[in-house]
C-alpha cells in the first residue's frame, strides 16, 4: 500500500498509527524492542480471550526495519473527540467510562504480568528524578496496599475508547496491562484528567468512587505511586506535573 493511500492517526517518537483499509497498522521505530512489542500483543490476544470489547488483533509483523501490530479498525470516533464535541454531555460520558473501566476490573487473567511487579520496578528505575527516601517511601506504601488479581489496562483514558458507529465502544492500546488493584488503574486514570482538567478528574474520581462503593481517600492512596511510574514515560511539563504528586502524605 502506498504511503499516499495511509491514513495517519497518530505519530509520536516511537511510533506511527495509521490505517489501510480495514486494519489499524501501529508501527514501532527501527530498533524499538520487539519483546515490548510482542508484550503488547499478547496483553491484545488476552484482553479479547478474557471477553473483553477489543478490536481484533490481525498479527505481528515486520516492516520497513521496525516491528508493528496489525488490529481490526474500528468506524467510530474516540469518546476524548466526543467530550470535546459535546462538552454539556461531560457526565454522561464520564459515567460510561467508569462503567466499561470497572468491566475491565471485573475480569482476571493469571497470565498477564503483576501490576505491583511493575509498580516496583519502575520506582526503582527513577534514581536521577527521586532521592532514596522517596523511593523507599513509595516502596513501603506499595507494599501496605492490598494485592487484588484484577485487570488493569494502565493507560486507561477517552483516547484509549472508541465510540463505535455500531452502537459498541471499544478499549485500544493495552501495552501497560497487568494484573493488580483497581483503585491502582483509577489513580492513573485521575491523574491523566488532572494534568489537563481537574474538574473532570474530580468528576472522574466521584463516578469511579460511588460505583465500585469504594473510598475516595483509598484511591488516593495509590496517586503517589502511580504518579511516580508515570514518571518513567513522561518527559518536560507532565512529569514536572507528576513530580510533584510523588510526595507521600495522607489526603483529607
Known amino acids: 500500500m502506498t504511503e499516499q493511500s495511509r491514513q495517519i492517526i497518530i505519530e509520536r ?16 521505530i527501527p530498533g ?34 521496525g516491528w508493528s501490530l496489525e488490529i481490526e479498525a474500528i468506524n467510530g470516533r474516540t469518546m476524548a473527540q466526543a467530550m470535546a464535541d459535546e462538552p454539556e454531555k461531560l457526565e454522561m460520558y464520564m459515567e460510561q467510562l467508569v462503567a466499561l473501566q470497572s468491566e475491565v476490573h471485573a475480569c482476571t487473567c493469571k497470565k498477564m504480568v503483576r501490576l505491583k511487579d511493575k509498580l516496583n520496578t519502575q520506582i526503582s528505575s527513577l534514581r ?21 488479581a484484577k485487570i ?14 455500531d452502537g459498541r465502544t471499544y478499549i485500544v492500546d493495552w501495552a501497560h496491562a497487568a494484573i493488580g488493584n483497581a483503585s491502582a488503574d483509577a489513580a492513573t486514570t485521575y491523574l491523566q484528567f488532572a494534568l489537563n482538567d481537574q474538574k ?40 514536572e506535573f507528576l513530580t510533584r504528586w510523588t510526595q507521600v502524605v495522607e489526603f483529607e
Not at 517518537?13 to 514501532?28: C, H, L, M, N, S
Not at 507494599?143 to 487484588?148: A, F, S
Not at 477517552?158 to 465510540?163: A, F, K, V
Open 13 to 28: 517518537p516511537t511510533k506511527t498509527v495509521w490505517r489501510e483499509g480495514d486494519t489499524i497498522v501501529k508501527a514501532f
Open 32 to 65: 524499538y524492542l520487539k519483546s515490548d512489542v510482542l508484550k503488547e500483543a499478547f496483553n491484545h490476544a488476552l484482553a479479547e480471550e478474557a471477553g473483553l470489547p477489543v478490536p481484533k488483533l490481525l498479527g505481528v509483523c515486520e516492516r520497513d526495519g
Open 128 to 148: 536521577d528524578e527521586l532521592d532514596a527516601t522517596t523511593r523507599y517511601e513509595l516502596h513501603v506504601r506499595l507494599e501496605t496496599m492490598k494485592p487484588h
Open 152 to 165: 488493569t489496562h494502565g493507560d486507561f483514558n477517552p483516547t484509549n475508547i472508541i465510540l463505535g458507529d
Open 200 to 239: 473532570a478528574a474530580d468528576l472522574y474520581l466521584k463516578l469511579f468512587c460511588q460505583k465500585n462503593d469504594i473510598a475516595m481517600q483509598y484511591v488516593q492512596r495509590w496517586l503517589p505511586i502511580v504518579a511516580a511510574a508515570q514518571m518513567t514515560k513522561k518527559r518536560g511539563r507532565e512529569r
